[in-house]
């Protein structure tokens, strides 16, 4: 069984709904969910936040911390998932942002680094990883790696 399957399961199964803020994955990580009969029972909304103004204007992130800490960090991933969980007033949410390479990255942040953040209303939890692959590889890894957070959380 899928991943994203089973996810979808355990959140029709508590009564949970699910959001997700997506960038460097464009949308991915939504359209693995939506690809399953049945997940409008859980999943409320997705966007793609891909640019900077896009996650000031829509999950209002303010652009004193994407200035300050950049886009892919901690800092704003944990706020695209917070903020995305309250908009949609939603059970649970995802943040994922990074970059898909193979261009784009830094010393400090190479490409394929992603940071995921998930929400509840009890926590945040955040991970920071570095893919390995083609653009196409990193965008996959990185929503296996939100799907994994996301039921980790659901436990």
């Given at each position: 069984m899928?991943?994203?399957?089973?996810?979808l399961?355990?959140?029709?199964?508590k009564r949970?709904?699910?959001a997700i803020?997506?960038?460097?994955?464009?949308?991915?990580l939504?359209?693995?969910?939506?690809n399953i009969?049945?997940?409008?029972?859980a999943?409320?909304l997705?966007?793609v936040?891909?640019?900077?103004d896009?996650k000031?204007?829509?999950?209002k992130?303010?652009?004193?911390?994407?200035v300050?800490?950049?886009?892919?960090?901690?800092?704003?991933v944990?706020?695209m998932a917070?903020?995305i969980?309250?908009?949609?007033q939603?059970?649970i949410?995802?943040?994922?942002?990074?970059?898909?390479?193979?261009h784009?990255?830094?010393?400090?942040?190479?490409?394929?680094?992603?940071f995921?953040a998930v929400s509840?209303?009890k926590?945040v939890?955040v991970k920071?990883?570095l893919?390995?692959g083609?653009r196409?590889?990193?965008k996959?890894?990185?929503?296996?790696?939100?799907?994994?957070?996301l039921?980790?959380?659901l436990r």
């Open positions: 899928l991943k994203e399957v089973t996810l399961n355990k959140l029709i199964q949970l709904t699910l803020a997506e960038s460097c994955t464009g949308g991915l939504s359209n693995r969910i939506t009969s049945g997940s409008s029972h999943f409320l997705g966007i936040t891909y640019s900077n896009s000031t204007r829509i999950l992130i303010p652009k004193k911390i994407i300050t800490h950049g886009a892919v960090s901690e800092e704003v944990k706020r917070l903020n969980r309250k908009i949609a939603a059970s949410s995802v943040g994922i942002t990074g970059i898909a390479g193979p784009g990255g830094t010393k400090t942040k190479p490409a394929g680094t992603v995921i509840s209303k926590k939890l920071k990883s893919f390995r083609s196409l590889q990193v996959r890894k990185a929503t296996d790696k939100a799907i994994k957070m039921l980790e959380a």
